[in-house]
């Protein structure tokens, strides 16, 4: 036993020399780094990075699948080698993979692709790195202008629409249609449909970018034709993530309603309006053109439908693009803004606004950091800008877009620049109680889709109460929930 | 641990003093050496058990966000009156009950019946290949499991549609209908642990005595007498142990409904379990998810103590 003890004892006390001789080192090398005009000065290292980004996300994916460049680029310009790794995680889960890690103030993933409603949750918290004096330091990054300023209030700012900057765009995205461009140029088709209803069956880009709801359910309504597999829309209902959210709220931005005053922070008398309950109930009457099962249908699901030829047209992100146009598809797919509505005597078409945006872990040592800040400024060099792009991703930074014949690289890119405006798109709330009321609505939202709830107008008077709630208790909002809230109830 | 080398000792000769290892090390008895040995595992324990459920208790006073820098804050029993007036989770309580109830009491029928069958059938051919195919579902990771039967009840390509079809029924949206989810996941898990429920079936029914078997048959007993007098007395202490174990696997059922449903449609089946890991998880509310799960905890507890109380209560009976 004793010499049990003893050799206990002395490991431990090697433990913990080696540790304090780690720890001495540690900090000689971090000397060592000394500032060479404000830069840790890494010549001659290798800096090991690590990449968080979205599971199956293609243009996530593109950030690690193009350090190969950037390695190239940071040995010649700065003299260190950086190598990358990825990790990633379905959208579902992503938030917590990155938020657990952050929690312990781990450094585990360097650079985070984050989602942009996540800013303020992040940024609350302490976890992520305020990018302003970076940005304003940094020659790239500071003469780099964005396509729109929702770039800026959706990927960058919290609180929203203030100057402080959390993030930068690694890509934009907006929630676009897809249309089977082979069956509504078919003659017969044509033909057919302008018997029917009455009018031509739009098959370019200017007429769908006019097109009204009434007549798009029309269009799906044509092509819902159950003998021959083939339905008229596919189109998010899932309850998983902001999946039905996603897709709901174009048709309550399009037909004059709001989501929330950011400015009040009032959700109650915003959100559970009339005009929001009809919105709602326009969305889940296109589920008579779905195919089977669509209720449960995501972002994966909606591209198989449209893959495999079961719908003539899908809401979809353009950033799925490259995934929604398959080789055998080339050629005989459109994409297009979303339909609108007419409010008012004016046509309003006001879509979904996805993209992610560059996070930096703010526990970060020196040299991961700096290496973090080298990746942020070579990613908006125009010719990494371009690169992207042509690989598949959606650049936000202005000269890019205004490129010449950038419309023509993807067959999305057109809507995408179309609806990635502050007029044709808006994000939503970037509080951090955000995964609480997105949580709650989904959960609301996916009980009137599927049938569990009947009326519209209810099932938006309780999401709003408990969203006035949930900013109330958290002290965003001052103001209270309303006074009958226990007696509101989803039927 | 003390009794059990107290009752070596007294077989091994009773009045012998502590034994001692061969190198004759007096202070080094085998209760000692016993004592030694536990110690791994009790710290083992206490750092991964005893200590988060007592942080976990605590942390059930306080609010304490992890998306909030602030530092938690004591808010006593806060989170267990927001929790008592919050009708989401007291629906997910009902949801999960009657999940628990209907999954525990169709799994217990059909494994006792099918037990039953097996267990008269020794020199069936093929009944070890039978036992072995039902056993299958078992094995299979509930994960496994939903992902299969999420492709079964898809409503466009699924088996489970096709095999409707051909029969001249209309397309079933099993996972998506309001009314249907619920039935659907119950029916998957039916599959995955009836054939548990077989295994303590047999088992309850080989801990019954041959001689007293016999007895009954040479008394011509009727057979449910048979299955009253005898077998039940003698399995019903396996049989209860299933019986608990299902229940609290039951209760705490998170990966199929979450796989094949996330809960929905709507809430239809969001059971307590998935309130608790979008409340953790999803939200970072570390306080009030702790407190919801201490009351998850107790209510497993409270199970467990119901079907002892019973086993227990009966005995006490049969005393008297």
Redesign the interface.
Known sequence: ?KRLLKVLSVSLVSLLVVAAFSFAGGSKEAAAMTSQGGRVDLQGKTIHMTILGIGGWIPSRLGVEMAPIFQKYAKEKYGYNAEFSYQDAPFTSL??KA??SL?THSQEFNIIISDSQWLG??S???WILKLNSLIEGNPTLSKTQWWDPIVQESYQSYPDYSNELWGLPQEGDVLVLYVRKDLVDNPTNQKNFKAQYGFDLPSTFEEYSHLTMDKYIDICKFFTRPADGLYGVAIQY???YDYMTGSLYPFIWSSGGQIWDYKTNAVWGVLNTDSNAKALETDVSLLKYA??????YGIGQVLDAFTQG?VATAWQWAAEGSGMITPQLEGKVLVVPLPGFMVNGKFMQVSSLGGQPWVLNKFNDPAHMQVAKDFMAWWYLPQTQMEFVKQGGNSVVKDVLDSPGFDNIHPWLRAYKYELTTEHSRDFWHV??Y??ML?LQQ??F????????HDAKSVLDYIAAQQQKILYDAGISKIPPPTNI?NI?AH | MMDVLEVNERAAGGKRGPQTFRSGHPRLSTQNVARLLIVPVMLFFVVWNVIPVLWMVGLGFYQYSLTNPTPPKFVGLHNYLSLANDAGVWWSFGRTLLFVILSVGIETALGAALAFVFWGSVRLPGRRLALTLLFAPMVLTPVAAGTFFKLIYDPTFGVANYIIQVLGGPKVDFLGDAHLAFLSILLVDIWMWTPFMILIGLAALGSVPTAELEAARVDRLPFHRTVAHVIWEHGKFVLILGIILRTIESFKIMDLPYLMTSGGPGNKTEFIAITLYRDAFNNFMMGKSSALALITLMTAIAFTSIFLYVLHYQRERKTI
């Open positions: 036993m938030y917590q938020a657990t929690a949750a992040l609350n918290a302490g899932s309850k998983e195919p089977p099962g669509d209720v449960d079961k951090p109680q995964a609480q949580a959960e609301y996916t009980g009137y889709a599927s049938g569990a709830y226990a109830v």
